[in-house]
């Protein structure tokens, strides 16, 4: 394969690799490395070059390219860096005692292989399991709970459910208490957990869970709506690069983290100005509460143990999103190390978000109202049961917002026939006939690579306190804002009742009135953790310790929980980092905010869960001289057809 070849369709040094640069970076790693014929690739993604080479590049210029891979051959892992312009292989080391993230094709062999094991099956048969064609299997990583005769093997951990038929919502009846441990270099079974049934006289919940539009009875006064927009969307795309009224981003994507936004800017008269290097969801863990040894092993990192871009939903245009859409498809590596596109695995749309300012002056009289228009690109993830919804919204005033939308089914299990839901409540909810979802939490940590005019940042914590004395009537208050020195003061979390936020700001450039240039991260609403300290859950997802964390920028920093989460039970990522304490002042400074969701189910999330919203705000503080939205121009304010009241029947 050429060089021309590899990177014929690169238009940006942080443009995703292509299929063909897939390919080649499989290609000459299998050539020029010493490993043998039975490699798997876990992962092959672009070597993003550093800041200094994306601030120069102009379109035109020359683009190297180099490639990472993590590989596997004979139970050991590899990381290895390939350049795609030599097509040379750079570098090739072994990583001892570390597992990479789960694949589609070891998750689907292992439910075959579940399905297939006479000792798991006999088990299944005493819960009233007799078609084992409709068994339903997930196999969730075994990390922290594997057997001790088997630790230190490729293991995942097996649940599984029953359909009643192959349309039927399978995840309405659980076959409780049963495990299968996989070993997946193997391929086999090597260990059964039989907790027992419940309920040997019900072992299995009575009703079904139906929900699709073709099996259950959908109401006839829900109007169609559509978004129009006749003069077309205003956005425009070349290859990767959005623009969008002031903002313009590079478009990414790893299998990993899912979408990824590079160098985006905001313009601000004739100067456009880097406000990100890097933004993504870079981790996640969902820990379950209820202390049945059938739920409380729940522990999932669903980025890092399975790669969440590697279960994007390919998106559907007037379901997933609405109006006029720009679809971008996406290109991942096959544990064989050959390119696969998923399409249309981003969705990029306008939305109308209400009003975003207005006045009414009241002495002439006139009134001036903008509409809170912005640009919306996301994907969704099925992770299982559950399904994520990563919104990024960008608004014309300059902020941003990052927002989770969380739905799809909860997870379960069985209960005896004669449990109420008076019995448990607080530890799990009875949504069923004989089906509880226990309490459990999901935790989402965002990486910001800030870089704010090109410039060193600092980092400030704000809050309101009071500064009344006899002369204002003791009314007086302030936003007081603190340096935050080093990583050790700036792990913190959110305080509501005073307002806090915190704000990243240039260490060299100031607006006209004197102010540093900078961005403030705004939270919403978010939860902390209730496990104890010392639980095996706080263990492994430290960064679920705080809300809010920063450190100053290291290449080898990407992961909030550590590069490999899947079946490690140490503290790794960002604890561990912060140890040194390092020095925050007058840095190129990286932001990660972990947003969490409390989810307490009830009869309700039953049996699809409406969407639970978490997300933070990002918004310019200092950055700019004025609003700049007040160049937008007014919406047009009329409809073409007439609503006809009921007296006029």
Request: charge should be negative.
């Amino acid at each position: 394969m050429s060089k021309q070849q590899t990177t014929a369709a690169v238009d940006h040094p942080l443009d995703p690799l292509t299929a063909d640069e897939i390919e080649a970076a499989v290609e000459i790693f299998e050539s020029a490395s010493d490993l043998g014929e039975e490699i798997q690739y876990h992962n092959v993604v672009l070597e993003e070059p550093p800041k200094a080479v994306v601030r120069s590049f102009e379109p035109g210029d020359d683009i190297d390219r180099t490639a990472t891979l993590v590989a596997r051959e004979d139970g050991e892992t590899y990381e290895g860096t390939v350049s795609l312009t030599e097509e040379t292989l750079l570098d090739c080391e072994h990583v001892p005692d570390v597992e990479p993230a789960v694949m589609p094709e070891e998750i689907e062999a292992a439910r075959e292989t579940v399905k297939n094991d006479p000792e798991w099956q006999e088990a299944a048969a005493k819960r009233g399991v007799e078609n084992f064609d409709l068994v339903m299997v997930d196999p969730w990583s075994a990390s922290g709970f594997e057997p001790e005769e088997h630790e230190g093997k490729r293991l995942c951990r097996a649940l599984s459910w029953i359909r009643t038929s192959e349309d039927d919502n399978g995840r309405a009846r659980p076959i409780e208490g049963l495990f299968a441990f996989v070993d997946l270099d193997e391929m086999e079974v090597v260990d059964i957990e039989d907790n027992g049934v419940p309920d040997p006289d019900n072992p299995l919940p009575p009703e079904d869970a139906d929900y699709r539009a073709d099996r259950v009875e959908t109401r006839d006064d829900f109007e169609h709506l559509d978004v129009i927009q006749p003069d077309g969307p205003s956005w425009e795309v070349e290859g990767n690069k959005v623009e969008w009224l002031d903002w313009e981003m590079q478009i990414g994507w790893t299998a990993r983290e899912g979408l990824v936004f590079h160098d985006v800017k905001f313009d601000d008269g004739d100067e456009s100005r880097r406000v990100l290097h890097r933004a993504s969801a870079c981790e996640m863990a969902v820990p379950y509460g209820d202390p049945d040894p059938n739920h409380s092993w729940k522990n999932a990192f669903d980025i890092g143990e399975y790669h969440v871009g590697r279960m994007a939903n390919r998106l559907t245009e007037g379901c997933d999103c609405l109006g006029v859409m720009k679809y971008f498809d996406v290109e991942m590596n096959t544990i064989e190390g050959e390119s696969e596109t998923l399409e249309s695995a981003i969705c990029m749309h306008e939305e109308d978000d209400g009003i975003l300012w207005k006045h009414t002056e009241e002495r002439k009289p006139h009134t001036e109202v903008r509409r809170r228009r912005r640009l919306v690109i996301s994907f969704i993830a099925t992770v299982y049961n559950y399904d994520y919804g990563f919104y990024w919204y960008f608004y014309p005033d300059g902020s941003i917002e990052a927002e989770v939308r969380l739905t799809g089914v909860d997870s379960n299990g069985v209960v005896p026939a004669d449990e109420t839901a008076e019995d448990t409540y607080g530890q799990y909810a009875l949504v069923a006939p004989q089906v509880k979802a226990p309490i459990h939490q999901h935790f989402f940590n965002f990486r910001l690579d800030f870089d704010i005019d090109e410039s060193p940042m600092r980092a400030y914590e704000v809050h309101n306190e009071p500064t009344g004395s006899e002369r204002n009537r003791k009314n007086a208050f302030r936003a007081k804002e603190t340096l935050l020195e080093r990583e050790n003061e700036a792990r913190q979390d959110i305080d509501p009742l005073r307002g806090r936020y915190w704000r990243i700001a240039s260490s060299e450039t100031e607006n006209s009135y004197g102010r540093s240039c900078g961005y403030k991260l705004e939270p919403h609403s978010n939860v902390s953790a209730p496990m104890k300290p010392t639980s095996s859950y706080m263990e492994r997802s430290g960064f679920i310790q705080n809300n809010f964390w920063v450190t100053p920028y290291d290449d080898d920093e990407r992961f909030a929980a550590g590069d490999y989460p899947n079946l490690n039970d140490d503290t790794t990522g960002l604890p561990e980092w912060t140890e040194q304490d390092r020095s925050l002042v007058d840095e190129d400074l990286v932001v990660w905010y972990t947003q969490g969701v409390n989810h307490v189910p009830s009869a309700e999330d039953w049996p699809i869960l409406p969407v639970e919203i978490a997300s933070f705000h990002l918004k310019p503080e200092g950055f700019l001289d004025s609003n700049p939205s007040i160049s937008l121009p007014p919406e047009p304010c009329h409809t073409d057809y007439e609503i006809t009241s009921p007296s006029d029947d």
